[in-house]
């Protein structure tokens, strides 16, 4: 059983920058592929980022490429989110996702485990 926990949402201006965490417990996350959605107000939950077991693979949204930054740290059990450039667009909750395998489409109805949430908001 993997249980999540996201943490670092807030307010912030456009173009600037959040880091959000995401603290897994259970004995399986270091073997678990791990990532990052978002909903905004209305609108699907939508894939941001993923990264494999160990982080060397990565793969992420085309919106926010260049901007966002996925990592891990095994030792810690935790998973981060560093976000630049913010637009007003970014805004959303955050959710911190994880399952066992890299391989295949980073879609909603793939995931088995899921965190609570975080609330990102980016005023113009």
């Known amino acids: 059983q993997v249980q999540l926990v996201e943490s670092g949402g807030g307010l912030v201006q456009a173009g600037g920058s959040l880091r959000l965490s995401c603290a897994a417990s259970?004995?399986?996350?270091?073997?678990?592929?791990m990532g990052w959605f978002r909903q905004a107000p209305g609108k699907e939950r939508e894939f941001v980022a993923a990264?494999?077991?160990?982080?060397?693979?990565?793969v992420y949204a085309d919106s926010v490429k260049g901007r966002f930054t996925i990592s891990r740290d095994s030792a810690k059990n935790t998973m981060y989110l560093q976000m630049n450039s913010l637009n007003p667009e970014d805004t959303a909750v955050y959710y911190c996702?994880?399952?066992?395998?890299?391989?295949?489409?980073?879609?909603?109805?793939?995931?088995?485990?899921w965190g609570q949430g975080t609330q990102v908001t980016v005023s113009s």
């Open positions: 990264l494999n077991w160990d982080g060397l693979l990565t």
């Open positions: 259970g004995r399986t996350f270091s073997t678990y592929s």
């Open positions: 996702a994880a399952r066992p395998s890299y391989v295949g489409s980073w879609s909603a109805a793939t995931i088995p485990h």
